[in-house]
């Protein structure tokens, strides 16, 4: 069951209201979390994502993150989101096949198997493998749930419990024997229940996508101090479990509260950081830069800001980091968590 997409529209007159130069352009970044897609509009493939990462920044490598995008048309269900991977591999390799100095776009893929297939996901998971050229990193379930209708963030309604579904964790068994990486997409209302499954799953590592998904809407409606005494208590509870990173981001969607979309004019770099510097703080604080990553998340979050903003932002909240943990939440976390190779390694 699908309802009209949540996803906030991408409107390039505004975003060109407002740029800026980018803060330490020599400072190499990973962008650990993107997607690439012909539908919904507009598109955002090679062409489109390049333009991004060429924003002024030193992007060196990304990881794409499964979107539902250019599933096989045919065959058994299960076996359509194949087409994903190989799409991602695909642009992998156009990208680099490029001149010296294009970012390595897609250089780790997460893909889709759904891991409630139980033992049945293990062929899966050895299929995706064999056609994402040696790229594929790890594989993301949503459960993406609240009973509240605007919290929202896909135009897919996913299942509450899909962590205490027995044949999921029988999925990740097989996912954990192929030391691929399990990256969850959850409101913060369900990281406690992330958190039961991280302690029964002490060698997985799972990756938390956009700084555990902090609700913003609907009963959780600014100001609601409540709310974010809520999610920091679920994300101090995950920074217990060593086998969790966390990626700093995907705050621009509409689901979050902060509204940047509405504006005359789009945020500035200082705008995003002091709307988010609290819980950027505290996610740093709770899991340190050595188990941070910072992620872009477009384009569903380019309806918000533009990328190179984006980046500034983040540069703005590291900017009391020393020299290492600069590293590690720009590219090293990336690139261990996800087997990254950097280009002067």
Known sequence: MTAPSPHLAIREDWLARHTEDAIDPALPIVDAHHH?????????????????????????????????AMYRRGGDESHRSLGETEFANGMAAMAASGPDGTPRVCDGIVGHVDLSLGGAALGL????LAVSGGRLRGIRNITAWHEHPEVRTTPVLYRADLFDDPQFHAGLRHLTRLGLVFDSWQYHTQLGALARLAQAWPDTRIVVNHTGGPIGVGPYA??????????RC?????????????????????????????????PSSQDLAEAWRPYVDEAI?????????FESNFPVDKGSYSYGVLWNAFKQLARHATPTQRADLFHGTAARVYGLTLPWA
């Open 36 to 68: 690439l897609w012909d539908h919904p509009k507009p598109r955002y493939l090679l062409d489109e994502v390049l333009a991004d990462f060429r924003s002024g920044h030193n992007i060196v490598a990304s990881v794409f993150v499964e979107c539902r």
């Open 125 to 128: 998971l050895e299929r995706h």
């Open 234 to 266: 679920g994300l101090r509870e995950l920074a217990q479990r060593p086998n969790i990173f966390l990626k700093l981001g995907g705050l621009g969607m509409r689901v979050n509260g902060f509204d940047f979309h509405t504006r005359a004019t789009p």
């Open 222 to 231: 600014p100001p609601n101090p409540a709310a974010f005494a809520e999610w």
């Open 285 to 293: 604080t709770a899991f340190s830069p050595a188990r941070c990553m």
